[in-house]
């Protein structure tokens, strides 16, 4: 993982970029205190991106294994819209 200064930011940005195109972690900081991260976007069939199926799987799999209810869609809507008050 490599630092950069914001002050060294907008000169570097294009080959910034292809570094973490390739794969590279930047931390951007200000004053000496990360401010930001640039990080490579996950690819499909990435690593990241595997264990996400996995877990969306995993929890498709704990829904189908509930006993079925007469819970609407809207009750869960309106359940979440209550959590949140």
Known sequence: M???RTSELQPQ???LLDDV???ETI???RDGRPVARLV???KPGSA???AADVAVEDLKAWRRSLPASDITLADILSAREEGRR
């Open 2 to 4: 490599r630092e950069v």
């Open 13 to 15: 940005l294009v080959d």
């Open 21 to 23: 195109e390739r794969g």
């Open 27 to 29: 931390v951007i900081t």
């Open 40 to 42: 490579p976007e996950a």
């Open 48 to 50: 990241r991106s595997a």
